[in-house]
């Protein structure tokens, strides 16, 4: 059984940093892309982040450019999203996801999800 489970969210103030964590289970997690999605209330789930499964290479939705970065340790089945300067408007539930297809923006392209972990940035 697939599982990804997402940990690390939490209220922090505009400015501060958080790290997002994400552990995989019942998939060999070496072969697939893994993303970071965030969804805020009455709006699109949207891309935030991407990486390919070797971990060489990465894509990140403009407006978190800069201020985030996502990683993956392939020994642990891990993929963390590191946080900068929140701001109020990153203010989403997050969520990692699984792809066959190397590591793209689009969630269609994603099979597997995680049920999310709540980020509050108040201003």
């Known amino acids: 059984q697939v599982q990804l489970v997402e940990s690390g969210g939490g209220l922090v103030q505009t400015g501060d940093s958080l790290r997002l964590s994400c552990e995989a289970s019942?998939?060999?997690?070496?072969?697939?892309?893994l993303g970071w999605f965030r969804q805020a209330p009455g709006k699109e789930r949207e891309f935030v982040a991407s990486?390919?499964?070797?971990?060489?290479?990465?894509q990140y939705a403009d407006i978190v450019k800069a201020r985030f970065t996502i990683s993956r340790d392939n020994g642990k089945n891990t993929v963390q999203l590191e946080m900068n300067r929140l701001r109020p408007e990153d203010t989403a539930v997050y969520y990692c996801a699984a792809t066959y297809k190397y590591y793209p923006k689009n969630r269609y392209d994603y099979a597997y999800w995680g049920r999310g972990t709540q980020v509050t940035v108040s201003s």
């Open positions: 019942g998939l060999t997690f070496t072969t697939l892309g």
């Open positions: 990486i390919s499964a070797s971990g060489l290479t990465t």
